[in-house]
């Protein structure tokens, strides 16, 4: 049976799932301090929940979890990881990939076109490991099932590839094969639930985030005011990432974030056509940022804490997208460099006035070249020279605290 299972799986002709239903004696066993009845319908209680069962509606609920997973498992092949790490309780293991394995989420298609979700609830992704280099130790947390039996703490070593016992070594190829005919599962799930978060949108009274993640950018950005193109000479970004788990990992995200933040809020622009329908839906239809808009001097800087006051994850914060935001700078920009043209050339008009009732040269803070009206003679450029402004505050967003400012220097006369 289990051989003829898996030729189905893998011909993908039959669209299938597993669904977990409450037994009493499993409910016995997990609740063992209740009455039968009620520890029964603890179970069933629990298993509606993680099978999205209390949802308004379940199947969109499950079909918007598996886009996430999708894009998550999308992420990691972006990635094209070599070997994946982990690290718990009693638990350090090393896995390698093949290079052309792929991950995937529990969404499968079958050969006539069928969506179906083999498993409920699922929550992983999963992809192909190298057999031949996963080393290490591994340790269950939890109580394994295997033909009935209960195993507590099992522990299994790799060496090269092959589970190393007393006695005796079997290839982990052939270990994974005879855990997936037995029905063992050797991968597992959890749940995570922010602590300390609670909200009500009516009273407009909680605590609607667990912790805060702070940051701070300069920006210097050149603006052509007649075709709206800019440049970004320089950018300093500091982001409060806590205790850093990974440096080089939390620089590249806060990187991202910030170009990302950039490409939002200059070239990104929701657009629907007549029917209402979204144009501008992917990157396919609008321009994204790249590399070349990555400022010519890119500055990031890790804000040295001792830790994140909340007790997350080895007192770390999450970074991705707080940095976006420090990209407010841009449309700040363009704002203020339109002001101060604006302001320019009402100072240019009165100043001219004042030139031709004196009969006098340019004020002071021109270029200095005479010219008809006040302009320079050589160049026809207004040439004032004008100081630099500069705009800072702090901004709130999604519960991130941003404090962005941006430095712009109008041009004075380009023959100097």
Same mark, same amino acid.
């Given at each position: ?164 016992? +007393?006695?005796?070594? #079997? /290839?982990? %190829?052939?270990?994974?094969? *005879? ?7 050797? @991968? ?95 990157? +396919?239809?609008?321009? #994204? /940022?790249? %590399?070349?808009?990555?400022? *010519? ?7 040295? @804490? ?111």
């Amino acid at each position: 049976m289990g051989r003829e299972a898996g030729t189905v799986v893998n011909a993908a002709t039959t669209n299938w799932s597993i669904i977990p239903g409450p037994t009493r004696a499993w409910a016995q066993h997990v609740f063992r301090d209740l009455e039968p009845d009620a520890a029964w319908l603890k179970l069933s209680q629990q298993l509606i929940h993680i099978l999205r069962l209390d949802e308004a509606d379940p199947v969109a609920a499950w079909k918007e979890r598996a886009e996430t997973l999708i894009g998550a498992a999308a992420a990691m092949n972006e990635r094209r990881f070599d070997a994946l790490h982990f690290v718990s309780e009693g638990t350090d293991l090393t896995v390698g990939l093949l290079p052309t394995s792929n991950f995937l989420a529990a969404q499968f298609e079958t050969v006539g076109g069928i969506e179906h979700r083999p498993n409920l609830p699922s929550e992983e992704i999963f992809g192909a490991p190298d057999p031949r280099r996963t080393d290490g130790v591994v340790r269950a947390t939890k109580p394994l099932v295997l033909g009935g039996t209960i195993i507590r703490g099992l522990e299994v070593e790799f060496r090269d590839g092959r589970a190393i016992g +007393s006695d005796r070594s #079997i /290839p982990f %190829a052939k270990l994974a094969r *005879a855990a997936y005919l037995a029905r063992v599962q050797l @991968s597992a799930t959890g749940f995570y639930a922010t602590p300390k978060v609670h909200y009500d949108p009516k009273s407009l009274t909680g605590r609607p985030f667990f912790y805060f993640s702070y940051g701070a950018a300069c920006a210097e950005v050149a603006i052509d005011t007649l075709t709206g193109e800019y440049q970004i000479d320089r950018a300093d970004v500091l982001e409060d990432v806590g205790r850093s788990l990974n440096p080089a990992i939390d620089i590249g995200q806060v990187e991202g974030g910030f170009i990302q933040g950039v490409g939002w809020l200059t070239t990104e622009e929701l657009w629907w056509d007549k029917k209402g329908e979204l144009r501008t839906h992917a990157p +396919s239809t609008y321009k #994204i /940022p790249t %590399a070349s808009d990555t400022p *010519a001097d890119f500055r990031i800087a890790l804000y040295e @804490s001792g830790g994140n006051r909340e007790d997350s994850i080895y007192r770390s914060k999450a970074v991705g997208e707080p940095p976006l935001m420090l990209a407010l700078f841009a449309p700040v920009a363009s704002v203020l460099e339109i002001q101060v043209r604006q302001q320019a050339k009402h100072t240019d008009h009165h100043a001219d006035q004042h030139a031709k009732f004196t009969r006098n040269k340019p004020p002071a803070d021109r270029c200095g070249r005479s010219g008809v009206g006040g302009f320079c003679a050589q160049c026809r450029c207004s040439g004032v020279n004008r100081a630099p402004i500069h705009a800072a505050g702090p901004l709130l967003f999604s519960g991130v605290l941003k404090n962005s400012s941006v430095t712009i220097r109008a041009p004075g006369c380009p023959r100097q």
